[in-house]
């Protein structure tokens, strides 16, 4: 069914980058081949601007980085062998809480060989202000031909917004919790569309303290922790919540993370006392349930900047999870005792001091049902193109079979 976007612009649903025109013609738009040679070029010129206009923002500079041409052209090495083109129109419903996430999400629609539809945050993010104005501006001078593949909006819970550009899509990616889901999935897709969904999920960190208090520069592993858990506020489904301690210095080692932790919070991260309150609340909601006390020390004890609960069981520990600075702890004498986090829902292990070996041993012994991701310290927060065990490419994309 024809849709008459003009209906709702100006009112409802913003162009932020785009126009209803464009809108109204993706049920025609030609497809193109995995990793076009002109997306590269738009990709190319993106990082470029990025990398220079923003130094601000770590969270922009590391999507710049990514959009390198030579970091494209390594990615697609893996998709050689295989004829793909785009399967129309991906429709990208973009997280609230994390301000790059409907950048990456969009650059993997391209790569795909898509055009387009990204939902963005309606927060006013400076990181996405930085982001769209880049884009619009490539758009607008030598890159016009890609002007129909890429439509950023903006809208709030109108349904019909959604079942509008649900029947276009090929394709529809849901980056949220799983209400968020659940009522995305009220907007029917075409027959032939799929869905990729990326719901409610936990991570975990492993820290060997032998093996840290042998590291020489904590202050790095301290920033490494910082970027994976305060600069997003823990809101990110990449960031740990649960803070797992091996080895035989455990009590030493923790007294050296957490004084490095907390020198980097204390400069970098503002808490409001509204979130203060809120730990506290949870800290009591989750002791309802679990044996946990939490960790008095002359460090962490001189603000609300750090959360430390030690807990004796693992079970029900993500139930309880927050943000804002507030961590489970738990002293394992193996690593096996991880698996009652490793449910469907646990997404990534950040690890630090611990063999990259061991935890794969780890997994192909324990075969646990959850777990996507094991990444060092730092790099939770790394986009790639698979993703929660999501192949965006080969998911977004049609394979071409000539015999």
Request: proline content about 3%; glycine content about 4%; aromatic content about 10%.
């Amino acid at each position: 069914m024809q849709q008459n976007f003009e209906t709702y612009n100006n009112t409802a649903l913003q162009y932020v980058v785009g126009n209803a025109e464009y809108a109204e013609g993706l049920a025609k738009i030609q497809p193109l081949r995995i990793f076009d040679d002109r997306v590269l070029e738009f990709l190319s010129g993106l990082s470029k601007v990025l990398m220079k206009s923003s130094r601000v923002y770590s969270d922009v500079i590391t999507l710049g980085y990514w959009c390198r041409r030579a970091s494209i052209l390594k990615e697609s090495k893996k998709y050689e062998e295989e004829l793909r083109l785009g399967k129309g129109v991906a429709f990208h419903i973009a997280p609230s809480n994390v301000p790059v996430n409907f950048a990456f999400s969009l650059v993997s629609g391209l790569l795909a060989g898509n055009a387009n539809v990204v939902r963005i945050p309606s927060k006013d993010f400076p990181q996405v202000t930085i982001i769209c104005d880049s884009i619009r501006n490539l758009l607008d001078g030598e890159f016009k031909d890609l002007a129909p593949y890429i439509l950023l909006v903006r809208y709030g819970h109108e349904k019909g917004i959604t079942d509008a550009f649900s029947s276009l899509s090929s394709v529809r990616i849901i980056w949220g919790g799983d209400s968020t889901i659940n009522t995305i999935r009220e907007s029917a897709l075409p027959p032939r569309a799929n869905e990729i969904t990326f719901a409610d999920r936990h991570s975990i960190a492993v820290i060997d303290a032998d093996v840290y208090l042998n590291i020489e520069d904590k202050s790095r592993v301290a920033q490494e922790f910082y970027n994976d858990t305060y600069f997003s506020d823990q809101n990110a489904c990449t960031s740990p919540v649960v803070i797992i301690w091996i080895g035989k210095e455990k009590d030493k080692a923790k007294a050296e993370f957490w004084k490095y932790v907390h020198n980097v919070v204390k400069d970098r991260y503002e808490l409001a006392p509204v979130q203060t309150v809120s730990k506290l609340t949870e800290l009591f909601l989750s002791a309802t349930d679990l044996e946990v006390k939490r960790v008095k020390d002359n460090i962490t004890d001189v603000d609300e900047l750090i959360y430390r609960i030690e807990v004796q069981n693992l079970d029900g520990v993500v139930e309880h999870k927050y943000n804002s600075g507030f961590f489970f702890e738990y002293d394992a004498d193996k690593l096996s005792e991880i698996l009652p986090l490793c449910t469907e829902n646990c997404q990534t292990i950040t690890y630090c001091g611990v063999a990259k070996e061991t935890i794969e041993s780890f997994i192909v012994e324990s075969r646990p049902r959850g777990v996507d991701r094991v990444v060092p310290m730092g790099k939770s927060m790394d986009f790639a193109l698979i993703w929660d065990g999501h192949d965006l490419i080969r998911e977004m994309s049609r394979n071409v079979t000539i015999l």
